[in-house]
């Protein structure tokens, strides 16, 4: 059996990315692309008003919208940026189930053709990219938190346009560099603006450019003279200030004014220039009330056995699936309609088993590997959206693994694209995997819409019933 290689014919893939011919009409990559992008929408879309209004969290975020276009917004636990996107659809489609839930399904759909962006962008390799976004569309959160008036998706998505945008920043020079690099520290900021874990993908570039000086500073022969890595090390100190740190924090910041301007919190608001004393105080007025909005006895218990929400998992369990959130249930004339907030199974194991190869890889070959764009990109984009969540002390659920997943599903399409490229049983083990994971996703479809199902066939798909197998439950 040939042995896989994660990182074949390095020097040709990124260490020279400015030197490759690649086809600017890469009919391939289109058509693969739109093809992706026409059925995640037509899935989102599907009977999208076929749930009753309220699910899960559908009772804060639309409710939250409406109060912005009554001029009347509530203070609560998130920034608004996601709020003002929800109210958009409200406008265009009315104060219903539709237009409660169609911005987070034109984002949702949009993830998978970001992944895209970002690997292709990443490698110029037609099928890793494409398997990313497969994986991307094949998972059951991702459709579940996109078919419903949720946040998490609007994270996701600005977080990965930033590192597309990032990217090609990279890859050129002057005026088009600069505005490119602005549009990246722009969306860093949005993504913080849906919800504080947005940071994460801040703290990938930042561990990044971290991880890359080291190398130049203490094995300088290990870095090549073109390609990502050595033009990182070319931005200069005050171009990351001002791009990835003074952008995102103005961008921020400014989300706020609408916000405070309809509920100031009882601070009597000002003009000229007393406003921007107004305005920073009642910023900070509001984020102290975030801080509560987390910290208090609703969120926190100092008994783990008995958690504040039957649906609170420990971080250390999301990357195997092991406690799903169920957002709905209805049993009528003995069928069950259920929306279960799980990720497709076997997407999920042989993703984290992909990062732990990686993972591997990279310590035992060491810095061949680890100075590799493809496995440091995907390795340090897994841990800062992943690790610090192992720290949170408060009640946390399986959707907060969302950014992190998106990192593991690329590292498996990364393994698999390379088992695609060998001959014999490792190719073929390649398209067993692609076509398992479509498989499953077909199979799990029906609990992720809200399908209608016999008994039996509900629990064909909860394949771990409480106190079965120690620390999973699906029910």
């Given at each position: 059996m040939q042995k896989i290689e994660l990182d074949h014919d390095l020097d040709h893939?990124?260490?020279?990315?400015?030197?490759?011919?690649?086809?600017?009409?890469?009919?391939?990559?289109?058509?693969?692309?739109?093809?992706?992008?026409?059925?995640?929408?037509?899935?989102?879309?599907?009977?999208?008003?076929?749930?009753?209004?309220?699910?899960?969290?559908?009772?804060?975020?639309?409710?939250?919208?409406?109060?912005?276009?009554?001029?009347?917004?509530?203070?609560?636990?998130?920034?608004?940026?996601?709020?003002?996107?929800?109210?958009?659809?409200?406008?265009?489609?009315?104060?219903?189930?539709?237009?409660?839930?169609?911005?987070?399904?034109?984002?949702?759909?949009?993830?998978?053709?970001?992944?895209?962006?970002?690997?292709?962008?990443?490698?110029?390799?037609?099928?890793?990219?494409?398997?990313?976004?497969l994986f991307l569309f094949s998972d059951g959160l991702f459709l579940v938190e996109s078919r419903l008036g949720l946040i998490n998706i609007f994270l996701v998505a600005f977080g990965l346009t930033s590192q597309i945008f990032l990217l090609a920043g990279l890859q050129h020079q002057g005026k088009l560099r600069t505005f490119l690099f602005s549009c990246a520290g722009l969306m860093l900021g949005a993504s913080a603006s849906v919800k504080w874990n947005g940071l994460g993908f801040s703290l990938w570039l930042f561990l990044s450019v971290l991880f890359i000086w080291a190398i130049a500073k203490f094995f300088p022969k290990q870095l090549p003279r073109s390609g990502i890595l050595a033009a990182i090390t070319k931005i200069r100190w005050?171009?990351?200030?001002?791009?990835?740190?003074?952008?995102?924090?103005?961008?921020?910041?400014?989300?706020?004014?609408?916000?405070?301007?309809?509920?100031s919190g009882g601070i009597p608001q000002e003009t000229g220039l007393n406003a921007i004393h107004w305005f920073w105080q009642a910023l900070i007025r509001v984020h102290q009330h975030i801080i509560w909005w987390h910290s208090g006895s609703n969120v926190i218990t100092i008994d783990p056995a008995h958690p504040?929400?039957?649906?609170?998992?420990?971080?250390?369990?999301?990357?195997?699936?092991?406690?799903?959130?169920a957002y709905y249930f209805q049993n009528r004339d003995g069928l069950f309609s259920v929306i279960q907030a799980i990720g497709n199974p076997i997407l999920w194991w042989l993703s984290t088993l992909a990062v732990v190869i990686i993972t591997l890889a990279s310590l035992v070959t060491r810095l061949r590997t680890i100075t590799s764009p493809k496995s440091s990109y995907l390795l340090l984009g897994y841990f800062a959206n992943y690790a610090p969540w192992l720290l949170v002390k408060r009640c946390l659920f399986i959707y907060h693994y969302m950014s992190a997943a998106v990192f593991s599903f690329m590292a498996l399409a990364w393994l698999v694209s390379q088992m695609l490229n060998r001959q014999g049983l490792i190719r073929y083990l390649g398209y067993a995997i692609i076509a398992i994971i479509l498989l499953t996703q077909i199979f799990f479809i029906p609990i992720w819409v809200g399908s209608p199902l016999l008994p039996s066939q509900f629990y064909e798909r909860i394949w771990f019933m409480p106190d079965k197998v120690f620390g999973f439950n699906w029910i």
């Amino acid at each position: 059996m040939q042995k896989i290689e994660l990182d074949h014919d390095l020097d040709h893939s990124l260490g020279n990315f400015s030197e490759q011919t690649r086809s600017p009409r890469d009919l391939y990559l289109i058509l693969g692309s739109l093809s992706i992008f026409t059925i995640a929408l037509s899935l989102r879309l599907w009977h999208l008003d076929q749930i009753p209004y309220p699910v899960f969290d559908e009772v804060y975020f639309p409710k939250y919208a409406e109060e912005y276009l009554a001029g009347s917004p509530t203070w609560e636990g998130h920034p608004p940026l996601a709020k003002y996107l929800i109210m958009l659809g409200i406008v265009l489609f009315g104060h219903n189930a539709i237009g409660y839930r169609i911005a987070s399904a034109l984002f949702g759909a949009l993830v998978p053709i970001l992944a895209i962006g970002v690997a292709y962008r990443l490698t110029y390799q037609r099928n890793f990219a494409l398997l990313s976004g497969l994986f991307l569309f094949s998972d059951g959160l991702f459709l579940v938190e996109s078919r419903l008036g949720l946040i998490n998706i609007f994270l996701v998505a600005f977080g990965l346009t930033s590192q597309i945008f990032l990217l090609a920043g990279l890859q050129h020079q002057g005026k088009l560099r600069t505005f490119l690099f602005s549009c990246a520290g722009l969306m860093l900021g949005a993504s913080a603006s849906v919800k504080w874990n947005g940071l994460g993908f801040s703290l990938w570039l930042f561990l990044s450019v971290l991880f890359i000086w080291a190398i130049a500073k203490f094995f300088p022969k290990q870095l090549p003279r073109s390609g990502i890595l050595a033009a990182i090390t070319k931005i200069r100190w005050w171009q990351y200030l001002l791009y990835f740190v003074i952008v995102p924090i103005a961008f921020y910041l400014l989300q706020w004014i609408p916000l405070l301007m309809l509920n100031s919190g009882g601070i009597p608001q000002e003009t000229g220039l007393n406003a921007i004393h107004w305005f920073w105080q009642a910023l900070i007025r509001v984020h102290q009330h975030i801080i509560w909005w987390h910290s208090g006895s609703n969120v926190i218990t100092i008994d783990p056995a008995h958690p504040p929400h039957p649906y609170c998992s420990a971080a250390i369990s999301w990357a195997v699936s092991a406690r799903p959130v169920a957002y709905y249930f209805q049993n009528r004339d003995g069928l069950f309609s259920v929306i279960q907030a799980i990720g497709n199974p076997i997407l999920w194991w042989l993703s984290t088993l992909a990062v732990v190869i990686i993972t591997l890889a990279s310590l035992v070959t060491r810095l061949r590997t680890i100075t590799s764009p493809k496995s440091s990109y995907l390795l340090l984009g897994y841990f800062a959206n992943y690790a610090p969540w192992l720290l949170v002390k408060r009640c946390l659920f399986i959707y907060h693994y969302m950014s992190a997943a998106v990192f593991s599903f690329m590292a498996l399409a990364w393994l698999v694209s390379q088992m695609l490229n060998r001959q014999g049983l490792i190719r073929y083990l390649g398209y067993a995997i692609i076509a398992i994971i479509l498989l499953t996703q077909i199979f799990f479809i029906p609990i992720w819409v809200g399908s209608p199902l016999l008994p039996s066939q509900f629990y064909e798909r909860i394949w771990f019933m409480p106190d079965k197998v120690f620390g999973f439950n699906w029910i």
